[in-house]
Nanobody, 117 residues
Framework: QVQLVESGGGLVQAGGSLRLSCAAPGTIFSINAMGWYRQAPGKKRELVARIFSGGRTNYVDSVKGRFTISRDNAKNTVYLQMISLKAEDTAVYYC???????????WGQGTQVTVSS
């Protein structure tokens, strides 16, 4: 099972910062969108931020102005810079990419982000 490789989660105090990284292996190509989802205990997985190959981005309203997604297309890597973290940002964060082949969504194993208040 081909998976994306995530890093950068951890424990941080409210108001702090973290940077998540996610790399897609070379066996995944023709990637269009890459993004980050999160799932808090008892809640559905939600899209946090996404970036397309041309650079267009979108964010869930709750993170606008605090999170920045960026991408290195040459390295098939996506980053999520998170600042001004809040307790409600606590969740497992999953990296996602739609690529080939086969053409489908690829996922990382998840990385825990815990924000203490």
């Amino acid at each position: 099972q081909v998976q994306l490789v995530e890093s950068g989660g951890g424990l941080v105090q409210a108001g702090g910062s973290l940077r998540l990284s996610c790399a897609a292996p070379g066996t995944i190509f023709s990637i269009n969108a890459m993004g980050w989802y999160r799932q808090a205990p008892g809640k559905k997985r939600e899209l946090v931020a996404r970036i397309f190959s041309g650079g267009r981005t979108n964010y869930v309203d709750s993170v606008k102005g605090r999170f920045t997604i960026s991408r290195d297309n040459a390295k098939n890597t996506v980053y999520l810079q998170m600042i001004s973290l809040k307790a409600e940002d606590t969740a497992v964060y999953y990296c996602n990419a739609d690529g080939c082949c086969p053409p489908r969504d690829y996922w990382g194993q998840g990385t825990q982000v815990t924000v203490s208040s």
